[in-house]
């Protein structure tokens, strides 16, 4: 679709990225909002406001839904009426693409028309966009960092302080940077989602959210802290995931990086996130993961691609990306209560707090640390990178 | 331009980066490099090798010219040839474009064709583009950097071996990283005309090469890098501009980081350039400043998006812009060989090695820096972030 008159946008949701995204489009005469959906509009909000997604899907004068409502559904019944009526949609819903991919790209592919979630993984950083540039050039080797801001923020907040995890965890919910219930930010599956967005980009492919080995925050406590500061380390939850020969390997976990590895530096609620391309070596995008206006900024940008001509999903490649963590291999740092078999044989180094593995493979120790939860229940594991 | 058929590519220059766009070129169906003009052609290349500019000028079948050749003759002529001819340039040449600025910008406009020049800031990094895609929907307020990869090997090797500046210098030629002739980068010369490009982009003009302030790291000795070490501070040639009431600053000066800034923990020869947008914050990108494949892989980046339809240079404001430093104050770390009654004036702390100021302007002190020299030409200053 070229635009010769201004864009149509049905907004569904006008919280705190709706908003922003609402206050960013105020300010364009090339796009307008035809009409939102909201069960609170806030004071100031002009427009129409439509009690029901059939008005929307079936007004032929809208051509693009930016869905900012989040959640599942009725996001995903809203998201392909919308496709399915031939409507641009972009949204910033990290769950419902990670989760419907292969449905809701197919479904944009045979419309022919865009879908975009620029602002699904990191916010306002323009990861996804870079993302997709570098891969249409070269191969993607390579993603990996820290694409969660609530725990970055956390893990931040105890390394300065030396404070609690629960001090950190009601800090950060006092600031707005967790949510009332934070278990998604805190055991890695927000962050999970991201990763698979991205590895399905980057490598044209669709992975299967449960293959994704995830290891949280949440078991992470002060004195856990304290041992990464004397070994001169600083804890950060790390997602990556890289080409491997018929396969890749993906996996989230706590990982202890170097004072000379630029994730180390990185503060309160920011994001850094890194591609490796096979030739021109790695790029990094930094910024803020969430927020009113980052995401909208995002939301906006994928509004005007879509205005100059973008009618697509970032990759139209559909195929099974099969996930195998067992060649991948590091020293891990692991707290728990006693020594089991496994872990003795594992030794490499007794710590005044926890203990240094040899290297070991991400899907052995994900699986023994889950596992070994179930009689103590605080075991906590990080690599050492 | 609309392209129907394959991207004509004209490619002046096959040195380290025009062969590497030589290689990209060579599997893409989209574009095809239509001759090149080179002193030197290296084993493998198959294309035409013209030996005039008029035969590419007056080739009607090429509509591209990558010009990959640098310096200012015959780059200046031969790229306004093109341009004038009706034909999209794409260049890595900072030092033609900021010297060149508006006339260029102003007859890509007249003909209706692009000009782009992503690799000349950043190298590899999407830092024009991405810098270009804010400041189309929001005002961009401040840039800095890490710009220079040459002085960042140089600063790097110097805080991690200890040694000295003399032998870091051979280490980063050594390696390529520096130029038989390294003055334009170690005093500052090449990072400005990187700022000046991406200022005269974010903030919509044209900033004065000259007006821009510039200390370089030509006069650093491994007796500060041990001072900065124990003020716990890591030295960075930062590269910096802001929006400001009527006008902009615009500077480069060595900076001492604490480790609490990205900039910190930037290595070897990598870049880390960041700008902030009025309600986004802060957004970095951090990559390869040059080497042949990070180059070429922009150079390719801007063919891809001229191929997709950019007709015109980032921006076509060319209103002079105003620059002024004297409302820029920081505390500075001065060594020289004496206190003379400016400095006698505003010592705050007197180190084991040189002399912490109290906040002072850039102006003031770039001024007094470069009288200064005059007695002790080996005069050191680095501002305190």
């Not at 869905?67 to 819903?93: D, F, M, R």
């Not at 916010?123 to 070269?138: D, F, H, N, V, Y």
Request: proline content about 4%; glycine content about 8%.
């Amino acid at each position: 679709m070229k635009y010769n008159k201004p864009m149509r946008i049905a907004l569904l949701g006008l919280g705190t990225v709706g908003y922003g995204v609402y206050e960013f489009l105020q300010k364009r005469s090339d796009m307008e909002v035809a009409c939102a959906m909201s069960l609170v509009v806030p004071d100031g909000v002009t427009c129409p406001i439509v009690k029901s997604i059939d008005e929307i899907l079936s007004d032929e004068s809208i051509d693009t839904v930016v869905e900012v409502i989040g959640g599942l559904h009725p996001a995903y019944e809203w998201v392909k009426g919308a496709l399915s009526a031939g409507k641009n949609v972009i949204t910033a819903n990290k769950l419902l693409i990670a989760r419907h991919y292969s449905e809701l790209v197919a479904l944009s592919k045979e419309r022919g028309v865009a879908l975009r979630c620029t602002a699904a993984a990191g916010g306002g950083i323009p990861w996804l966009t870079s993302l997709k540039r570098c891969a249409e050039q070269e191969p993607v080797i390579r993603i990996s960092g820290i694409m969660n801001g609530t725990t970055n923020f956390i893990l931040d907040t105890m390394h300065r302080t030396g404070g609690s995890f629960a001090d950190a965890l009601k800090e950060a919910q006092r600031l707005g940077y967790a949510e009332a219930n934070p278990a998604d930010d805190l055991n890695g599956a927000d962050i999970r989602r991201k990763l698979v967005i991205s590895s399905n980009i980057a490598y044209g492919g669709v992975v299967n959210e449960d293959d994704v080995a995830v290891e949280g925050i949440e078991h992470i406590q002060d004195v856990d802290i304290a041992a990464f500061k004397r070994m001169g380390r600083v804890c950060k939850l790390i997602a990556a995931s890289r080409k491997l020969d018929g396969c890749i390997a993906a996996y989230i976990e706590p990982s202890l990086v170097p004072p000379s590895m630029p994730e180390s530096a990185i503060p309160d609620n920011y994001n850094l996130i890194s591609l490796t391309g096979q030739h021109i070596g790695k790029q990094s995008f930094y910024g803020q993961g969430a927020g009113r206006y980052p995401t909208a900024y995002n939301v906006l940008q994928d509004c005007v691609d879509v205005l100059g001509g973008v009618d697509c999903f970032y990759t139209d490649r559909l195929e099974p990306l099969r996930v195998d963590n067992s060649s991948v291999e590091r020293p891990y740092y692991v707290r728990t209560n006693g020594v089991d078999k496994w872990l003795q044989a594992r030794i490499d180094k007794m710590l005044d707090c926890g203990i240094m593995t040899k290297a070991v493979s991400v899907t052995e120790i994900h699986a023994w640390a889950k596992e070994r939860r179930k009689t103590d229940s605080s075991c906590f594991i990080a690599s050492l990178r």
